[in-house]
């Protein structure tokens, strides 16, 4: 069997648009799940609803508003359209950019259930010994939810890699800009291709099978051994 | 949570205070009486009462991690006034928490590590060494911490305390897991020790009453979240007496080391020598040392006995005498400017005719103190 230099290119843009979702969630999902953990106040519950729509949205939804939100014909749409030199719509940034807010949740649930549990505990007994907020973050929470963030990762590779109603939606399916896996997967079903999309679509079930067969057992031996330290369990429950 | 407030971004030096001082702190556990406490710069000093008064609150408060007003200054900087309060970090304190609270997910040796590198008086590698060793850790060292049992994840968190060396630290049951023998022969000399080469205002909060009289020479007293000032053990022990609370009553005894011969501790207490023995800490000519004496170890004549294997034999005024719920008497003594119990039977109390306010003759063996 043989797969297509065109279903390579959108492989290959498949995991790189995964790879860098995770990679910028991962910035941005830690400090906010932590910062989440910590807020006393009943706007978080407004927050972490906002942050969870993704998950109940139908794709097409969130792809709807994002290219509202796009559109040069409005300003959120020009701003961007200048701070990334060029529209958003139908480019590969773009689909970067939807893929963050798609995944968001992905990235954040996981971690906020960790921090839930042994946040305050572990950041209080970081202060008491003059240890500051960012140090604690960095030094003893991470530490303390590896298993969590492995999930969490896992979970937001896993997700972008199926990504398929919002790439659909603002990416459209321009090969090597665009065109990824799902959509190539969709178009050689469309031209009656079944061939070329059995190919597509157990590699990409080998992929994901593997990545997450490796998550879950990394995540279980990070996962703390004794009962001394409460731990959230990995969230890798959910995959089943 | 931790109070965070602006204005305190930066400490402020205020207070001619050098030591702890604070003015109505009132948490909302005690709204009706302000909490008051003045103690020095450093010292060890006890903290106990019976269960819920409300000492891990004032730990809490005192480390800025309950909502609280009032005015605490340390070392002459502001940590709170009114309801403005320094975040936890900024205070130059550490607290002990009952459950340990290791660092999970990281070893022993990173638990220490990082408790050492954000110390503001960071102890010398050989320092480390030392208490590493008193501590017994060594063996534990690479292991995770998830997997310490209650007894050694306690010892590793007063550990990680110590390694922080903070100008006030706050200890809150920190050894209820560990066993009796080991706190008494292993961990409290260790830690007299080591706060006799680096001072720091110690608060050791515990129940059992044994570690305060070998520790402090002072004690805090809560009770339905009203704190005391500070008081002489005899207080403490009378006071815990009457809330029921310990069995066994053992008195300290407080006397000046005068010679050490064949594992035989000679003491002064008074003017009056007295011996212990199987005693484990390493004591100089001069050095005052503490003892526990446990009152039904005493016996007590009514004329000066003569020659007795019973190496100890000290003159003592009965200063009262108290009926215990099992028929027994304890009686209150007085030598040398120290205060301590003895149980008896009342038989022996009947036939001995009693009388407070004379000088009788107490014993006790040299094995029957309990020192460091």
């Avoid at chain 2, 390493?282 to 009152?295: I, P, S």
């Avoid at chain 2, 009686?331 to 022996?348: E, H, K, N, T």
Wanted: hydrophobic residues 45%; glycine residues 8%.
């Amino acid at each position: 069997m043989s797969i297509a230099a065109a279903d390579w290119q959108a492989l290959w843009l498949t995991l790189k648009l995964a790879g860098l979702t995770t990679l910028l969630l991962f910035i941005i999902g830690v400090p906010l799940a932590w910062k989440l953990s910590q807020w006393q106040s009943r706007w978080r519950h407004g927050i972490e609803v906002l942050i969870t729509l993704p998950l109940v949205l139908p794709p097409t939804v969130l792809g709807f508003y994002l290219l509202l939100l796009f559109s040069p014909n409005y300003a959120p749409g020009q701003w961007l359209s200048q701070l990334f030199d060029g529209p958003l719509v139908f480019s590969f940034t773009g689909l970067v950019f939807a893929s963050v807010i798609y995944s968001l949740p992905f990235m954040v649930q996981p971690l906020l259930a960790a921090f839930n549990a042994n946040g305050q505990r572990l950041t209080q007994a970081a202060a008491v010994l003059g240890i500051p907020p960012w140090a604690a973050l960095l030094k003893v929470l991470l530490p303390a939810s590896r298993a969590a963030i492995v999930s969490a990762c896992a979970l937001t590779f896993a997700h972008t890699l199926g990504e398929f109603g919002v790439v659909l939606m603002i990416g459209g399916s321009i090969p090597g800009e665009t065109q990824v896996v799902s959509i190539a997967l969709y178009q050689h079903v469309e031209a009656m291709e079944y061939g070329a999309a059995h190919r597509l679509a157990l590699m990409l079930m080998g992929i994901t099978t593997v990545l997450l067969l490796a998550a879950r057992w990394l995540g279980h031996s990070l996962a703390p051994r004794g009962s001394n330290n409460e731990q959230a369990k990995p969230v890798m429950g959910v995959l089943g | 949570m931790e109070i965070t407030l602006p204005l305190f971004g930066t400490a402020s030096t205020t207070s001619d205070s050098t030591g702890l001082s604070v003015t109505g702190l009132v948490t909302l556990l005690n709204a009706a009486t302000p909490w008051q406490l003045e103690l020095p710069a450093s010292g060890i000093f006890g903290l106990t009462g019976p269960s819920g008064s409300g000492k891990s609150t004032l730990l809490a408060a005192l480390a800025g991690q309950r909502h609280c007003r009032g005015n605490i200054t340390f070392a002459n900087t502001v940590w709170q006034r009114g309801r403005r309060a320094l975040v936890t970090h900024k205070r130059t304190l550490s607290l002990g928490f009952q459950d340990s609270r290791l660092f999970a997910g990281q070893s022993v040796a990173d638990n220490l590590a990082l408790a050492r590198r954000y110390s503001r008086r960071p102890l010398s590698e050989e320092e480390c060494g030392r208490l590493l060793k008193a501590f017994g850790i060594e063996a534990l060292l690479h292991q995770p911490v998830e997997l310490l049992s209650g007894g050694e994840a306690q010892r590793v968190a007063v550990l990680r305390q110590l390694y922080n060396n903070a100008p006030l630290q706050l200890f809150d049951e920190p050894l209820s897991a560990v066993d009796r023998a080991q706190v008494l022969r292993r961990l409290l000399p260790t830690l007299r020790d080591f706060w006799a080469r680096y001072p720091a205002l110690v608060i050791w909060t515990s129940h059992d009453f044994d570690e305060i009289q070998l520790l402090a020479q002072r004690c805090l007293w809560m009770d339905s979240a009203n704190l005391s000032a500070p008081l002489p053990l005899p207080e403490i022990a009378q006071r815990l007496n009457s809330h029921g609370v310990g069995d066994s009553c053992r008195s300290r005894i407080e006397a000046r080391v005068e010679a050490l011969n064949n594992g035989l501790l000679t003491l002064d207490l008074g003017g009056i020598s007295i011996f212990a023995d199987r005693v484990t800490g390493h004591y100089r000519k001069g050095d005052t040392a503490a003892f526990l004496l446990e009152a039904g170890d005493i016996s007590l004549s009514v004329e000066k006995p003569g020659l007795s294997s019973i190496l100890n034999c000290l003159p003592v005024t009965l200063v009262a005498k108290q009926k215990l719920t099992d028929g027994r008497i304890r009686l209150q003594l007085a030598a040398a400017d120290q205060v301590f119990y003895a149980d008896i039977s009342r038989l022996s109390c009947e036939r001995l005719e009693l009388r407070e306010g004379t000088t009788y003759f107490a014993q006790f063996k040299a094995g029957s103190l309990a020192g460091l």
